[in-house]
């Protein structure tokens, strides 16, 4: 139930299960938790040591075989928060050896949820007015929405203004993404729908295949370009399209 929450705060699969195991079980054997956790015995035991090392769990030597109890979970926290700790002495930094590093052209794609998170970071940090075209309500896709709240807080401190061109689909599907969006908005005409959308902020021109109406497809991506010729063209491109739009 909880394997994937540990695994995306650090832990592997089998750590994810045998903690998860001693967290229901309480002071187990070796074999108990092979059997609960369903990890090969063999392997039981090196995950357990892991464990130890990280905190998560501690051995009571017993007469006949030790046991094994897992920590409070507080412990989890404790360990992120450490983390984070770590970073933020190093971020300054990290900061500044990024910045010392030329990125005025570049292309890249970001892939996936966590493509789209970044995409997301990208315009907070640019922190220019947005141009969407094509735009479908994809902040609202189960995948990104729980991140939404975050971003559209952060948006606000620092007024961030979005133009939207939306597919005319929008109006009647998905008119649950209007009241974040601000109300600067058009919609394209009937019959130009595509399941590609260009959303340029700053010097970025990213443009997002397999979008869908309020969500996006299962595989998706961006391609971003950075780029100040090209993206003050799409902007001049925009222009165009918002003034002949109703």
């Not at 832990?11 to 090969?40: A, F, M, P």
């Not at 970001?110 to 994809?138: Q, S």
Request: net charge neutral; glycine share 8%; charged share 30%.
């Amino acid at each position: 139930m909880y394997v994937e929450i540990f695994q995306e705060l650090g832990l592997v699969k089998n750590e994810s299960r045998i903690y998860e195991t001693l967290l229901r079980e309480g002071e187990s054997s070796v074999g108990h938790i092979s059997i609960k956790s369903k990890v090969h015995r063999r392997n039981v035991y090196d995950t357990l040591n892991r464990l130890m090392e990280k905190g998560l769990v501690f051995e009571i030597v017993a007469a006949k075989e030790n046991l094994y109890q897992a920590v409070h979970p507080d412990k989890l926290m404790e360990l992120i928060q450490e983390k984070t700790m770590i970073l933020d002495r190093v971020m300054p930094d990290l900061r500044k050896l990024y910045k010392s590093t030329p990125h005025e052209e570049e292309v890249y794609v970001y892939r996936g949820a966590e493509g789209w998170k970044n995409y997301m970071l990208d315009m907070l940090k640019v922190g220019e007015p947005v141009y969407f075209i094509a735009a479908k309500g994809g902040w609202l896709d189960e995948r990104v929405k729980n991140f939404f709240p975050k971003f559209e807080a952060e948006a606000k401190k620092k007024g961030l203004k979005y133009f939207h061109l939306f597919d005319h689909e929008v109006k009647k599907g998905c008119p649950e993404i209007i009241p974040h969006v601000g109300g600067s908005y058009k919609f394209f005409p009937k019959g130009y729908s595509t399941s590609v959308a260009i959303d340029v902020f700053g010097d970025h021109v990213n443009i997002i295949s397999g979008m869908e109406l309020g969500g996006l497809a299962e595989d998706f991506s961006f391609t971003v370009i950075v780029n100040k010729e090209i993206a003050n063209a799409f902007r001049t491109w925009f222009q165009f399209m918002w003034d002949f739009c109703p």
